[in-house]
Nanobody, 125 residues
Framework: QVQLVESGGGSVQAGGSLRLSCTAS?????MGWFRQAPGKEREGVAA????????VYADSVKGRLAIAQDNAKNTLTLQMNSLKTEDTAMYYC?????????????????????WGQGTQVTVAP
């Protein structure tokens, strides 16, 4: 059983920055950030393999968002820079406890068993 608690969402103007955090209890194999905007499907943003830090990013966020993990604190972060209005969404932290091949498949939400409650990110023009 893994419990996830997110924090750090909020409102910012386009071009600004936000940092999301997710504290996890329990052992994970992969952790990731997903987002869902109103009327859209949930999409994977970034994921990180816990054992070696290998990361996968959605093309839409490469170069702007960075996923990291503090193993000592068991905390996953998402540093979001150069935010755009289209980044507005509810952001979810998720954890997988089974093997996922390193690649774009790590951004598939169906592979993640545990989910946080979500934190809202709103980017104004």
């Amino acid at each position: 059983q893994v419990q996830l608690v997110e924090s750090g969402g909020g409102s910012v103007q386009a071009g600004g920055s936000l940092r999301l955090s997710c504290t996890a209890s329990g052992t994970t194999i992969w952790m990731g950030w997903f987002r869902q905007a109103p009327g859209k499907e949930r999409e994977g943003v970034a994921a990180r393999r816990s054992i070696d830090g290998s990361a996968v990013y959605a093309d839409s966020v490469k170069g702007r968002l960075a996923i990291a993990q503090d193993n000592a604190k068991n905390t996953l972060t998402l540093q979001m820079n150069s935010l755009k209005t289209e980044d507005t969404a509810m952001y979810y932290c998720a954890a997988a406890v089974e093997y996922i091949h390193l690649g774009a498949g790590a951004l598939a939400s169906a592979k993640y068993k545990y989910w946080g409650q979500g934190t809202q990110v709103t980017v104004a023009p």
